[in-house]
């Protein structure tokens, strides 16, 4: 079975710093990551996806995040944040029949 | 992509009763799953709803409490049966249409239990 661990449970930082949210995941089998977003009472928008090829992945919003065999592990990252991007981040796994999410960093961009 | 349309989108529910949650999907999918967020919380997978075959339940829900129904490949339902304060929860349906696809959401379903 494969699990996901978020290390960092909240991230604040300064408009148009860096950011990196941190995930690591642990499978069995071949695993498909994923990011999600879910900003105040929505639902959960795809950031990006890697399921193979390249490590680097790039999505919506700016974000992307870089798959790593050897340290099991999905990152994502920002070069510079804005104010909009404060919301809830779930890094997820997929396996063959189900996605699992890990708990999730509340992002918090302050001015 | 795939479209998600849940409804009720929320709900105020007396305990003992139960409520039943239908998620329509705009297209043929796989994998339909039903996860439970609270609040401030992530999601924790109920069961996964495969067509034409019965539901499986993760560790620490039952079918019993959550009968699951998935009749053709565009819908689904999750019923919140003999409800108590403590199931007061959003109730999210996702589709996949493959391994290795991504999982789209619907809006979720807000349940109250006074």
């Known amino acids: 079975a494969q699990s996901v661990t978020q290390l960092d449970s909240q991230v604040p930082v300064f408009e148009e710093a860096p950011v990196e949210l941190r995930c690591n995941y642990s499978?069995?089998?071949?695993?498909?990551l994923f990011w999600y977003v879910q900003y105040p009472n929505q639902g959960l928008q795809l950031l990006l996806k890697y399921l193979s090829g390249s490590t680097l992945v790039k999505g919506i919003n700016g974000f992307e995040a870089e798959f790593n065999k050897s340290q099991t592990s999905f990152h994502l990252r920002k070069p510079s944040v804005h104010i909009s991007d404060t919301a809830e981040y779930f890094c997820a796994v997929s396996g063959l029949n189900d996605m699992r999410f890990g708990a999730g960093t509340r992002l918090t961009v302050k001015p | 992509s795939a479209v998600i349309s849940q409804k009720p989108s929320r709900d105020i529910c007396q305990r003992g009763t139960s409520l039943t949650i239908q998620c329509q999907v705009d297209?043929?999918?796989?994998?339909m799953f039903w996860y439970r967020q609270q609040p401030g919380q992530s999601l924790t997978l109920i069961a996964t709803a495969n067509q034409g075959s019965e539901a499986t339940y993760e560790s620490g829900f039952v079918i019993d409490k959550f009968p699951i129904s998935r009749p053709n490949l565009t819908f689904s339902t999750l019923t919140v049966s003999n409800m108590s304060p403590e199931d007061s929860s959003i109730y999210l349906c996702?589709?996949?249409?493959?391994?290795?696809?991504?999982?789209?959401f619907g809006q979720g379903t807000r349940l109250t239990v006074v």
């Open positions: 996702s589709a996949g249409k493959g391994t290795g696809t991504e999982a789209f």
């Open positions: 499978s069995s089998v071949s695993v498909y």
């Open positions: 297209s043929q999918v796989t994998m």
